[in-house]
């Protein structure tokens, strides 16, 4: 079985900063992608951005500047550090890994709530 588990989330006032983290573990070989998404309430679930296993790094153009996903490949573990966090921030946020022949596994989630 494979297991990602998201931590680092919880409540901060806007102007703050949090880090993210998502560390897999079980039967994973051969990680490829490792991203974040987001879902706001009410909104769909999108791109915050996404790191290959050499390190390059993709942003989806709303994400471009306050956020930045790096990771540590000896832990199976992808970061998302955000600064200048607004109350638009607010989301579940979600770790997703690309692994394997073709597999893709999600975490179950963190909360990030930002306060005004």
């Known amino acids: 079985q494979v297991q990602l588990v998201e931590s680092g989330g919880g409540l901060v006032q806007a102007g703050g900063s949090l880090r993210l983290s998502c560390a897999a573990s079980?039967?994973?070989?051969?990680?490829?992608?490792m991203g974040w998404y987001r879902q706001a309430p009410g909104k769909q679930r999108e791109l915050v951005a996404t790191?290959?296993?050499?390190?390059?790094?993709d942003y989806a153009d709303s994400m471009k500047g306050r956020f930045t996903i790096s990771r540590v490949n000896a832990k199976n573990t992808v970061y998302l550090q955000i600064d200048s966090l607004k109350p638009e921030d607010t989301a579940v946020y979600y770790c997703?890994?690309?692994w394997g022949m073709g597999y893709e596994s999600w975490g179950q989630g963190t909360q990030v709530t930002v306060s005004s």
């Open positions: 997703r890994i690309n």
């Open positions: 079980g039967s994973i070989f051969s990680i490829d992608v």
């Open positions: 790191i290959t296993s050499d390190g390059l790094t």
